[in-house]
């Protein structure tokens, strides 16, 4: 590789955070990162939480597409990927999903490890706990390559208390 090329992409990779898209899970009672961002806080196994169930599909779709929480409500996101392929569900704005997606197209092997993200392999589930403490609307989407792509994106609406 040919230095200069290395040095950019070290320098355009600082600051951005760990991707992985293997099937590692958490294991049980690791402490979650709790780091506030635009759509939100992570949120423990101990917090309590209303369960929303989704389902990853092989068409490229969320079912449902759209939720609607209130702001503060903690949240248990329950992926069931029904198909035969890997999917992930990541949650974000509009513009941070499509920086990402941008990534994965040209590294589709990096990793990361985040608690608004949750990488389900063909049959299995998975879960997200997150807090919205902010009202808004913000997305999620499978950012595996080619899914986004294809529209397999979906929307949270957060109420104002």
Not at 33 to 53: S, V
């Amino acid at each position: 590789m040919k230095p200069v090329f290395l040095a950019l992409l070290l320098a355009l990779s600082a600051g951005l955070p760990s991707f992985a898209h293997g099937p590692k899970s958490h294991a049980p009672g690791t402490v979650v990162k709790q780091e506030q961002l635009p759509w939100g806080i992570a949120a423990d196994k101990k917090t309590p939480a209303r369960t929303i169930e989704l389902k990853m599909l092989d068409t490229m779709r969320f079912v449902p597409d759209r939720i609607t929480v209130k702001q503060g409500e903690t949240v248990r996101l329950v992926l069931r990927n029904t198909g035969q392929v890997m999917h992930e569900l990541v949650l974000g704005t509009r513009p941070v999903l499509d920086e990402h997606a941008a990534l994965m197209a040209k590294f589709p092997g990096m990793e990361h490890d985040e608690p608004y993200m949750a990488h389900v392999a063909p049959g299995k589930s998975g879960e997200i706990r997150w807090t919205f403490n902010r009202p808004g609307e913000f997305d999620f989407a499978c950012l595996i390559a080619g899914h986004y792509q294809a529209g397999m994106v979906g929307r949270i609406v957060v109420t104002a208390k």
